[in-house]
């Protein structure tokens, strides 16, 4: 089809996930046609550097060859087998057993979803399970943080906190509860990393207080906030929380969709901190978006908790159609190899360092407060006063106007809609491509700065000279 007319289809036919679906009739679709590595191409010829790996997901690039061969036999020799019946298939049998050999040693048995908003639900739904067949129902309360992000399914969007996944849709639900994010960029002067996660554990032993613990059933965490701005938490404060979760007698809960698979430098976020979940949700870069897949990893505890006893016939009625897909499977399994035996989890690892210096040398810039990063996973925080860590005032759509210089500047992240720029760069960046990513950054941040009305919104205006026009190409 021609391209205005994908445009006009688009505009009639496509509901698109997590927009203003106003603003994206006027606006119209920008049709994407090919990728290759770090890039991405549109219907127009623009070639884009994606710093967001699609959404957090595309971990090992575009254009893998590898990975389209193993989906291709996979498909022409089973494309598909269920898992109903007691049937099953070599990709997904192997790909469990693999999936177990990486994770906490904690986690013993891999139930396959289709992403990571139905692993959320499904780990609910076998929590809820569980403590209704071993003797405990009114453990029924969950926990999550605010700024949290845990898919958009009926019931996962509650413990999401952000506030478009909560409008019109009656949520949170009344047993669904949110702790204060481990934010350090915005606490109080005084307040540092040690008193933060004091904060945290106190705020999580007061909630289980006050709905005691014989009603709380988890706590749902992801290692590093994605969606809710790439809040990335003290390091020592991952374990913590797991281990007021064992004292208090409920369940821990890694949400790894985002951080997984060597987005945050190891395999796993949980790793770096020896953390050992009841459960973790994985999604994203298990098949770095090649196909979709998802996983709930969960301990042999609860999984014996769920299985019942020998002579009980009684099913355990979870189940999808396309849960422990052999295409999706087969893809996983070579993902796993590209990311070991391919060096791309130590390519991730060894650039890591140059992703954090180009992010921290922006805080020189006049709308960079801040700076975040873990692995190659990493955020700016734009302020209008970098003294009083003030925001820009939303009449300005200060995110829709970087998201689309940032266009023009051939370059793809996300522009949060609180003025946070989330960035994701896939393991197979070279350095090369670090330098031009941050060449662009910088263009894009200057050619906004350049906006009187931006100008004219920071601190001591009078004083930040224009970058002017004189900028290098790239």
Request: charged share 20%; proline share 5%.
């Amino acid at each position: 089809m021609p391209n205005q007319s994908l445009i006009e289809a688009d505009r009639k036919h496509l509901i698109h996930p997590v927009i203003n679906y106003r603003a994206h009739e006027a606006r119209g679709v920008t049709v994407l046609e090919s990728g290759h590595g770090a890039y991405l191409r549109d219907r127009d010829g623009n070639e884009l550097l994606d710093a967001f790996s699609g959404l957090w997901c595309v971990n090992v690039g575009y254009g893998q060859e590898s990975i389209v061969k193993v989906a291709a036999e996979q498909m022409a020799r089973l494309p598909y087998a269920t898992g109903y019946f007691h049937f099953g298939s070599e990709p997904a049998i192997e790909l469990a057993q693999k999936l177990v050999s990486y994770a906490p040693a904690s986690l013993q048995h891999v139930y396959f979803t289709l992403g990571g908003s139905d692993a959320v639900d499904s780990a609910i739904r076998f929590i809820t399970h569980y403590y209704n067949a071993t003797g405990r129902p009114s453990k029924k309360h969950m926990i999550a943080l605010e700024r949290g992000y845990h898919g958009s399914s009926s019931i996962g969007a509650g413990l999401t906190a952000l506030p478009a996944f909560h409008r019109h849709f009656d949520l949170p639900l009344p047993g669904q509860h949110h702790l204060p994010s481990p934010y350090l960029y915005r606490q109080p002067a005084g307040v540092d990393a040690k008193a933060l996660i004091a904060q945290s554990v106190a705020a999580l032993e007061a909630k289980v207080a006050e709905l005691g613990a014989e009603n709380v059933a988890a706590f749902f965490c992801e290692p590093i906030q994605g969606s809710g701005g790439v809040v990335v938490p003290p390091a020592g404060w991952l374990k913590a929380m797991c281990d007021a979760c064992r004292r208090l007698d409920i369940l821990f809960v890694a949400d790894e969709v985002i951080t997984g698979f060597g987005r945050t430098g190891p395999l796993f976020a949980c790793e770096a901190e020896q953390v050992e979940p009841d459960l973790m949700t994985v999604a994203k870069g298990l098949t770095a978006g090649y196909a979709p897949m998802g996983a709930v990893l969960m301990s042999d505890a609860i999984y014996q908790g769920i299985a019942g006893e020998a002579n009980d016939t009684a099913i355990v009625g979870h189940g999808h159609t396309y849960s422990a897909h052999p295409v999706s499977a087969a893809i996983g399994l070579e993902v796993l190899r590209l990311y070991h035996e391919g060096g791309l989890l130590a390519n991730g690892q060894a650039q890591a360092p140059r992703f954090a210096a180009g992010l921290d040398a922006l805080l020189a810039h006049p709308l960079v407060g801040d700076a975040r990063h873990r692995g190659l996973l990493g955020a700016l925080e734009l302020v209008s006063d970098k003294d009083s860590k003030q925001g820009f005032d939303p009449s300005l759509k200060l995110s829709d106007r970087i998201a689309a210089a940032a266009y023009r500047n051939q370059l793809v992240f996300r522009a949060f809609g609180d003025n946070i720029l989330g960035f994701a760069p896939a393991l197979c960046y070279t350095g090369a491509e670090f330098d031009l990513l941050f060449t662009r950054l910088q263009r894009t941040l200057d050619d906004v700065l350049d906006e009187a009305d931006v100008r004219a919104a920071l601190k001591g205006c009078s004083a930040v000279r224009s970058p002017g026009p004189n900028r290098a190409a790239a």
